[in-house]
């Protein structure tokens, strides 16, 4: 398997304007996380998805984000409109449902808002 | 409060030294993750345990679950195991509670 797959790998956009970021998870996984990672927080988990699900979005910042799982393999995070302060690495992760199972984590998107 | 802790936060250590990580954590966590971030990089899981200690390389994870406790040691350190190690509670949903990681440096 290819591993979790992210694009883009950067993305640097301007105040205002909408970005999405997309995740494609491995394969028979059918739990799936989008994080988030700055210097000054660390990792922190926005939402993640049972069998495409939203389960938990109590990490999502405010209304401009946005994540939807339409089918098993394909997720989107979508920050409308960005803002500075959005600038960070997005990581996605996928596992098997259930706390014993390893988390695979995608490459990263490092957004930069201007 | 973070439910999960770790230490040192910095790590400096010299070509072959034996490294350990600590990691404790609260009431509420089943199991533990270790994963490891090259700068820049991206995020590998390197253990994954509920009980006991595994072994993988010149890594090796324990945990106490009675002290709510883990390690994670090097042996033989090298300067390519130097990255950011971060401890991760699961409990009983799918969700990781992080630690702040600890920077190691391993220096030749």
Known sequence: DAGVIQSPRHEVTEMGQEVTLRCKPISGHNSLFWYRQTMMRGLELLIYFNNNVPIDDSGMPEDRFSAKMPNASFSTLKIQPSEPRDSAVYFCASSQTGFIYEQYFGPGTRLTVT | ?108
């Open chain 2, 1 to 108: 409060k973070n439910e999960v802790e770790q230490s040192p936060q910095n790590l400096t250590a010299q070509e072959g030294e034996f490294i350990t990580i600590n990691c404790s954590y609260s009431v509420g966590i089943s199991a533990l993750h270790w994963l490891q971030q090259h700068p820049g990089g991206g995020i590998v899981s390197l253990f994954m345990l509920s009980s006991g200690k595994k072994k993988h390389g010149r890594l090796i994870a324990t945990i106490n679950i009675q002290e709510k406790h883990s390690s994670l040691h090097i042996t033989a350190s090298h300067p390519r195991d130097s990255a950011v190690y971060i401890c991760a509670g699961g409990g009983a949903t799918n969700k990781l509670i992080f630690g702040t990681g600890t920077l190691l440096a391993v220096q030749p």
